[in-house]
Every structure is written in structure tokens, then in C-alpha cells.
């Protein structure tokens, strides 16, 4: 078989000497800048798992600019005395080891990435420091399919927009690579000077393929396959009964579950109405009346929907469950400072679940009614509005109170609540509920209000455990309640006839007498609260006003408490200063209602930021998130949330564009008033940096050029020439095109000394050889151009070459 390649016509043999390899040209940028891009492709699916954004663009750009880099210094340079050539297995070898070693520390810290992610990742460096390499024509091969098959593996597990436009970025520029490749094959053909008998490399290659194929089949067809299929033992094969904290999904990880779909092997917080005959109460009916032995009845008789026939299965194993992802409050209490499973019962201490914007305030439950130490409900009745079904893409959802009863514009937002082992039958409500959904439920009786105001299952007596809902929530801008005394359109508390109690007229009056009462010794608070809003005007500025001096007057304590002795937990917290959530909470809802604004204690919990989980795109809500805040009542039904608690943050507000603008011009003129200090010496160091910029740009300037020792003596020497012209120009003396260098600045060189006129004259003469023979440059002679390039950054230095201009102005 002949080894080279076809011959053209007319062409004759010539010796392997005078054959060049392919892609040896320095400037070929193109594989890199597909390796860059495959890169950033498989950048977005990391971000959507990652636990650390910054040390992630970290881990990225490192593994883009080393290769990078690699590929500059090789650019004029690629002979095999380059210590970058010499050392290219070992570089590459380290450089696609180099995730495995920092996921290895990054798992130490408590941080890492899913199996997968890292085998990509892997990939991704493999690729890069290949095209970093690839004027050698076996690694630019290897580097164009390494990228390919990752940009192919992201678009399968990552439907983000912008992968799709990454991918067809990466496509286009894919195929003008073959285009360039195919032309540059077809331009550099050779005759050959001898042929060789081997083996051919087509023929290999399918035999290969063949055989292993041949060797697949027959194990599959005498085993079934069962064995080996099912037992992947790769992440990216389905997995296996181990368990991954930072897998992405899988068998074993029980941290992303999904519907079942043909079998329910753990109950976990998805949607799905496929369910295994179970003892534990779930929001489903589980009928069995013609499976078998009936099951063991539950503990509890609770209302349930039933399904269809054919989605119950019987199971007579155990089932795996995962458990991962009153009446009275009392102000006065005693606080007291405080290995890998396989498919089992997974416990963590997580109670919720929340997929949605975070901070989120969750209520379970209210109180309207305090005397001084204690928070009770009154269990009177309140105004509600009907229930209703609404099918929405064919969802059923519940409509618990019309989003148009907010009078306060803002839209609406949705969160998703998987109750893990919160057992309540009330529904985590945040504020200004208006809707509930459950799949599959499409029952309006199955939902109601508490004789608080929470939304609860009646019928029920607690929500089952791992059920997933839906709440959506109107958003509001309280700009409108600034600007108006909302106050002046609350009920007016009076007397109703035995006839008219019951109306809701009279119950309205009766809910805002009682969402105002104070306790008679909380006095000292009321004439407080009056002191912080008299300046301010009454309305929402008023409740803001209070809300503000809590917050920053005051300081979140959660051990100190009040003595059990105090009949007045409001005066205490006032004169200590500080104490828990509950305590704020209190003292809020009692200055406010001093002011005249009725307000109810929320209890409840809070979704906090920080305990976001990126791996699984929700927030963890934990026993510790147990809160206590307060809520102010606007008019009708319509409350609206606040959080006097320092360390907690308020319930965002939506703002308009004006707002948000006014609001921006507000915060950067506050910020220039108190750093009017800070701004003034700033000003004068960037006077003096803009005075003596010239200065710096030269030792910037000079400190690249110091780089360039590393790399090719043309480029240091084109470095030191710009460097020079640029002086020139700072001096006055800017070169005309039409004079060549040496005339130029030998020309000028009268008032310099011999030693620097000799040292000018040798950067010239290296200088022209560079111009006009590079081929006469070679790297041994680094050294040589260096000290050539050093003198004369050294000789003709600004000031020098501004009295050269001086001196020709003096004689013109």
C-alpha cells in the first residue's frame, strides 16, 4: 500500500525533506477557538448544578486561558528545543488530570460537581490542550472530535436557549474548519518517494468494530443483556444503587426524582399518580379491592380521591421513602442556646421543599387577639371570598380569592412546596395567596379557609408527606399606599342590630375592632411609636417608619428572652433593646395598632437564600427557619406582609421603571453624600495618576515587552521598536512613514554618547534583520536580542528624545 498521497499531474517525486505537515502554519487558531467554544457551551449545564458560581468562572477560565496561552508562545516557535514541545505529553497528561485532582479538593471543602460534569469536564480539557497543539495535525483531529461529541452531549442533557445558539455557533464554525482542512489537503498534495506494505488503516478499523460488536452480541444473546444494561456502572448509563450527593439525576440519588412512570420504587416529592399499595396516608386513594389480601387499614380514615384501576401496584417489599430534600402563642419562653445509602430511607431535617423566588414567607398560621403576653385566635369568622376551579393547561387549580381583590398592582408569581415532613393540613402560604394547585385534585371542597385565614384541607388532618403543591401569589407595588391614607377606607367600628351580626358589614367591623386592640399597659410602646410618625405622613410611610426604627434600632437576640414574671413583653423588649423574631414581631403589630393600622402575628417559616441548593434548583427550609412576622391589613381582605426582624429580609416589592430609576438616584445620592471624603482623595490620586500617565504607560509599556523574552526574537524585537515610536510620539517627534528608522534616529544620535550610539546602531542592525531577514533570526539567539532591546529601551528614553525636538525647533 502506498503511504503518501496521490500525484499530480505532472508533478515529480520529491524527497520527504520538502514535504511540510499539515497545519504548521503559527497563526491556525481555528481548532482552538472550537475547543473555546464547545467550553463555554458545556459551561451552562455546570452553572445550572453548581455550589459555588465564582470558584466555577474560576475552574473555567483557568482551563481556557492555559491552553491558550500555550498556543501564543508556540506561535513562532514550534522546534523541538521549545521546552512547551519537549514536555508535551507530560503537559498534556497533567492538564487532563488537572479536574480530577481539584474536584478531589473541592469535595474536601464541601463542594464538587456531579460524575458526569467531571467526566465532561475531563473532555473539556482534553480537547483544549489538543488544539493548543495543533499545528501537529494528530492533536487537531483528536481536539476537533473531543468538542464535537461534548457540544453534543450538552444539547442532550441541558435545554437552556443559549446552548442552542452555542451549538450553532459551534456548527457553523465546524463546518468552515472542514472547508479550511479540505482546501489546505487538496492544495498541499505530494507525490510520494516510496511505498510501504502495512496494514491498512481503514480496514483495521472496521475489523475492530466488527469484532467487538460480534463479541457484544454473543454475550447479550446468551445472558439477555439484563445483567450488564441494567447495571450501569457509568453516571452517565442510568447509574446503579449507590447514591450521589451531587448527582444531577440517576437511580440512586434520590435528590432529583422524577414521576414514575412504569414502577413507584420510592415515594419522594413529584408529581405522579402511580403509587405502591402503602400504610402511610397519602393525598391519593389507594384501592386494592381486587388485588390480593386487603392491606393493613390506616390508622386514620381521611378523604381521598380515588384513580384508576390500573395505576395501583402491589408490592409485598418494603418501600423506600425519602425524606430529604396552635390556638395560642405565647410570647413568654425559656430558650436554651443551641455515609453513602443505598436505596433506604433517606432522613434529613428538612421540612419543605420551596421551588421559586426566595426570601419567602410561609404562613401556617395567625393570631389576632394579645394581652400583653399571649397571642390567641379569636376563631370569629372573616370575610372570604368563594372558592373556584380554573383549569390551566389543563392543571386544576383551586382560586381561593380573586387576584383582582388586591387592589395593589404587581402581578402574580408562583411557587412550587414539596411538604416533606411537615405535618399540617394548613397550606405554606406565602402572602396574598390566590390560587392552590395539586394534581390531580380538581375537587374544590377539598381546600378551605382556617378561622384565622390560612388556607387548609378541612377534611383532613394533616397534608400527606412528600406531596407536592402549588401556590400562586399576587405581588404588590405599594406605591399607592404611600401616597394615600389607605386607614380612611377601613370599616368604622359600630353596633349592629341582632339581625345584621352576621352580615359582612358587621363581621368587617368587628375583624378590624379586634386587629386594632392593644393591651391597656402598652402605653410606653404606643407613645414611642407616636414619637417615630410624627414628623411622617400618615399612611404606609407611617408603618415603614416603625418598621425601619425596629430594624435598625434594635437587635436580633434569639436568648433574650422575656422573664416569666413581665405582664408587658413589649415595654421589656423596649427597654432591653434586643430580643428573638417573636419579640419584634409583637412589638410591631402593637405600636402599629397604636397608630391605628390593624395588624395580625403570622407564624410560619422562612425560605432563606442561603440555603439554596443549586444541584437541585430549590430551597431547603429546616426546623431553624421557624419565624414570626407581621402582617398589616389595607382594607377588605388585603394584607400585606412586613418583617421587623433585622437579619430578615422584607418581602420584595415590585417597582416600575420609574420607581426603580428614582429609587437608584436616590441610593447613589445618599452614597455620594456620606463618601464625600472618600470620593475627594480619590479625585486628587486619579489628578495625579492623569498628570504623570505618561510615565506609567512607558512602565507598562516596558513591562511587556519583558514578556516577550519567552517567546520569539521577532516579537520582542517589533515589541521594542513600537515602544520606541510611541516615546516619539510622547516626545514631539513622531517618525514620518517616509524615513526609515536607521536614518532617523542615527541622524539624531549627535548629542548621545558613544556607548549609546553603539548600542543604538546594533538594535538597528538586528532590527533590519528582522524586518528583512527573519529567516536569518533564530531562537538561539534570544539572548543576543534581548540585550539589543534592553540598551535601547535604555538610551532613548522620553525626556532624550523631547530635547532631540527641542533642538530641531531651535534650529528651525
Known amino acids: 500500500m502506498t503511504t503518501g498521497l496521490p500525484t499530480k499531474a505532472g508533478a515529480s517525486p520529491l524527497p520527504r525533506s520538502h514535504m511540510k505537515p499539515f497545519s504548521e502554519k503559527p497563526s491556525e487558531s481555528g481548532t482552538l477557538l472550537l475547543a473555546t467554544v464547545a467550553a463555554i457551551t458545556l459551561l451552562i449545564p455546570r452553572f445550572e448544578s453548581t455550589r459555588s458560581v465564582s470558584l466555577l468562572f474560576l475552574s473555567a477560565l483557568l482551563s481556557v486561558g492555559l491552553p491558550w496561552s500555550i498556543w501564543w508562545f508556540l506561535r513562532g516557535d514550534q522546534s523541538p528545543k521549545n521546552k512547551l514541545i519537549k514536555f508535551a505529553p507530560a503537559i498534556i497528561a497533567g492538564w487532563v488530570l488537572w479536574p480530577t485532582l481539584t474536584e478531589l479538593l473541592s469535595r474536601a471543602i464541601g463542594l464538587g460537581e456531579a460524575p458526569e460534569t467531571l467526566m465532561l469536564t475531563t473532555l473539556q480539557n482534553a480537547g483544549l490542550i489538543a488544539a493548543a497543539y495543533s499545528h501537529w495535525r494528530r492533536c487537531q483531529q483528536v481536539a476537533c472530535l473531543i468538542s464535537s461529541f461534548m457540544t453534543l452531549y450538552v444539547l442532550i442533557i441541558c435545554t437552556q436557549p443559549v446552548v442552542f445558539v452555542l451549538a450553532g455557533l459551534f456548527g457553523v464554525m465546524m463546518l468552515w474548519w472542514l472547508m479550511a482542512r479540505y482546501w489546505e489537503r487538496v492544495s498541499n498534495t505530494y507525490a510520494s518517494h516510496r511505498s510501504d506494505r502495512c496494514l491498512p488503516v481503514r480496514s483495521s478499523v472496521l475489523a475492530s468494530v466488527a469484532g467487538g460488536l460480534l463479541l457484544l452480541a454473543v454475550l447479550f444473546g446468551t445472558t439477555g443483556g439484563a445483567t450488564y444494561v441494567l447495571g450501569g456502572f457509568m453516571p452517565t448509563s442510568g447509574g446503579n444503587n449507590d447514591s450521589n450527593d451531587l448527582a444531577r439525576s440517576g437511580v440512586g440519588d434520590g435528590d432529583a426524582m422524577v414521576a414514575a412512570q412504569e414502577d413507584a420504587s420510592s415515594f419522594g416529592p413529584v408529581e405522579s399518580d402511580l403509587f405502591l399499595e402503602s400504610e402511610m396516608p397519602s393525598l391519593y386513594d389507594m384501592m386494592n379491592e381486587t388485588y390480593g389480601e386487603p392491606p393493613k387499614p390506616p390508622k386514620k380514615r381521611e378523604r381521598a ?10 408490592t409485598h417489599q418494603r418501600t423506600a421513602k425519602t425524606e430529604r430534600s396552635g390556638k395560642e402563642f405565647s410570647t413568654i419562653r425559656r430558650m436554651v442556646a443551641r455515609k453513602h445509602l443505598d436505596l433506604k430511607d433517606r432522613k434529613a431535617p428538612a421540612l419543605l421543599h420551596v421551588v421559586g423566588r426566595v426570601p419567602l414567607h410561609l404562613a401556617i398560621e395567625r393570631y389576632d387577639t394579645f ?100 401556590t400562586q401569589s399576587s405581588k404588590v407595588n405599594l406605591n399607592c399606599l404611600r401616597e394615600l391614607d389607605f386607614t380612611k377606607n377601613l370599616p368604622v367600628h359600630r353596633k349592629f342590630r341582632e339581625d345584621q351580626r352576621k352580615s359582612r358589614a358587621a363581621i368587617a367591623s368587628a375583624t378590624v375592632k379586634r386587629h386594632l386592640a392593644i393591651p391597656p399597659q402598652s402605653q410606653k410602646a404606643a407613645t414611642l411609636a407616636a414619637e417615630w410618625t410624627a414628623s411622617v405622613p400618615r399612611g404606609w410611610q407611617q408603618v415603614e417608619a416603625i418598621v425601619s426604627h425596629l430594624r435598625s434600632d434594635f437587635a436580633h437576640d434569639p436568648l433574650a428572652t422575656a422573664p416569666e414574671a413581665t405582664d408587658d413583653v413589649v415595654n421589656h423588649f423596649l427597654n432591653a433593646g434586643c430580643g428573638p423574631d417573636y419579640l419584634f414581631a409583637t412589638t410591631a403589630a402593637v405600636m402599629l395598632r397604636s397608630q391605628g393600622y390593624p395588624t395580625r402575628l403570622v407564624t410560619g417559616f422562612y425560605a432563606d437564600p442561603k440555603n439554596y441548593d443549586r444541584a437541585g434548583g430549590q430551597t431547603i427550609v429546616l426546623p431553624e427557619d421557624v419565624h414570626v412576622w407581621v402582617e398589616v391589613g389595607v382594607g377588605g381582605s388585603k394584607w400585606v406582609a412586613v418583617e421587623p426582624t433585622p437579619g430578615y429580609e422584607p418581602p420584595p416589592e415590585v417597582l416600575t421603571w420609574k420607581q426603580q430609576f428614582a429609587q437608584l438616584a436616590a441610593a447613589l445620592t445618599g452614597w455620594l453624600k456620606a463618601n464625600v471624603f472618600l470620593l475627594m482623595s480619590g479625585g486628587f490620586v486619579l489628578l495625579g495618576i492623569w498628570y504623570t500617565r505618561f510615565t506609567w504607560l512607558d512602565w507598562g509599556l516596558i513591562s511587556l515587552i519583558r514578556l516577550w523574552r519567552w517567546g520569539h526574537p521577532i516579537h520582542r524585537i517589533r515589541a521594542t521598536l513600537y515602544m520606541l515610536e510611541y516615546r516619539s510620539w510622547l516626545a514631539g517627534l513622531p517618525r514620518p512613514s517616509t524615513v526609515t528608522v536607521r536614518q532617523w534616529y542615527l541622524d539624531r544620535s549627535q548629542g548621545l554618547s558613544e556607548e549609546s550610539k553603539n548600542q543604538l546602531s546594533f538594535f538597528i542592525n538586528i532590527l533590519e534583520r528582522a524586518l528583512y531577514a527573519p529567516a536569518t533570526l533564530k531562537t538561539a539567539d534570544r539572548d543576543q536580542t534581548a540585550h539589543a532591546c534592553r540598551n535601547a529601551i535604555q538610551h532613548l528614553r522620553t525626556p532624550q528624545l523631547r530635547s532631540w525636538a527641542q533642538q530641531g525647533d531651535h534650529q528651525r
Not at 305 to 314: A, H, V
Not at 378 to 396: A, F, G, T, V, W
Not at 423 to 432: A, D, F, I, M
Open 371 to 470: 394581652n400583653g403576653r399571649d397571642w390567641e385566635h379569636s376563631n370569629e369568622k372573616l370575610n372570604h371570598s368563594n372558592l373556584s376551579l380554573q383549569m390551566r393547561e389543563d392543571k386544576p387549580w383551586v382560586q381561593v380569592q380573586p387576584a383582582a381583590n388586591f387592589a395593589i398592582p404587581g402581578g402574580l408569581e408562583t411557587h412550587g412546596v414539596k411538604i416533606i415532613n411537615l405535618k399540617t393540613k394548613r397550606v405554606p402560604s406565602p402572602p396574598q395567596i390566590t390560587a392552590v394547585h395539586i394534581d390531580k385534585i380538581d375537587l374544590v371542597d377539598f381546600y378551605g379557609w382556617s378561622t384565622d385565614g390560612v388556607v387548609e384541607m378541612p377534611q383532613r388532618d394533616l397534608i400527606p408527606q412528600l406531596t407536592v403543591l402549588y
Open 305 to 314: 380521591k380515588g384513580l384508576p384501576q390500573g395505576n395501583m401496584k402491589i
